[in-house]
């Protein structure tokens, strides 16, 4: 794999967010960084999560989601959708959820990243692009992006890239755990070749041991 250009880094704030149904606070809504930004264990330090249970954390310190599927989503869906639409830290060119796999590890300038997991779609996609179905569809097409978890801290430029400098599981993709995840009943052996996986984060894999059968 070559090194994986990043479009945009984004960071975010607490605000309050207001739908024509509810109003919410969130960090979101996030903007594309001008300048070098410190990434530490636990994510950019300037880029705020609001719910810790569902978003952040050690495990789940970076949300990347990638380009392509903003120009699948254009492509199958006729949907328009602005940059950062799903409230990601960075996105990715040329590749997918479909490429990356489970304990992945990137150089990142001088940081060290490594994937622990898919992302878990929740409604603020829906609720935040007015695009009502949008969150539906991310989990229907298995396009959820995945969190990074922090190796390294270290300086991140605007320009940086992602170089691909280990990988563990081969086969082992976003993709693929997606489909184990929202098709449990027919992928109980998967579940378990993805459970093997030391790198998979915490949260994810108390849920995916859910949906083993007893």
Not at 38 to 62: C, E, P
Not at 91 to 115: R, W
């Amino acid at each position: 794999m070559e090194k994986i250009a990043v479009y945009n880094i984004y960071l975010g704030q607490v605000e309050t967010i207001k739908t024509p149904k509810k109003e919410f606070k969130s960090a979101y809504k996030k903007k594309a960084i001008t300048q070098d930004e410190y990434l530490s264990y636990t994510g950019f330090i300037n880029d705020v999560q609001s719910d810790m249970k569902h978003h952040g954390g050690v495990n789940r310190a970076l949300c990347v989601y990638p380009y392509a599927t903003y120009e699948y989503f254009k492509k199958e869906h006729d949907l328009d959708l602005k940059d950062c639409s799903f409230g990601e830290n960075i996105t990715i060119l040329t590749y997918d959820d479909s490429d990356i796999c489970l304990g992945d590890q990137f150089s990142f300038e001088n940081a060290l990243v490594e994937v622990t997991q898919p992302r878990q779609p929740c409604s603020h996609i829906s609720n935040v692009t007015g695009i009502k179905n949008l969150t539906a569809l991310t989990v229907k097409n298995l396009k959820t992006g995945f969190y990074l978890r922090v190796l390294k801290e270290g300086t991140i430029k605007k320009d940086s890239s992602l170089q691909l400098i280990k990988r563990v599981h081969e086969g082992i993709t976003i993709e693929f755990i997606n489909k184990c995840f929202f098709d449990a009943k027919n992928n109980q052996e998967n579940i378990k070749k993805v459970l093997a996986c030391a790198e998979l984060s915490v949260n994810y894999r108390e849920e995916l041991e859910r949906k083993l059968k007893s």
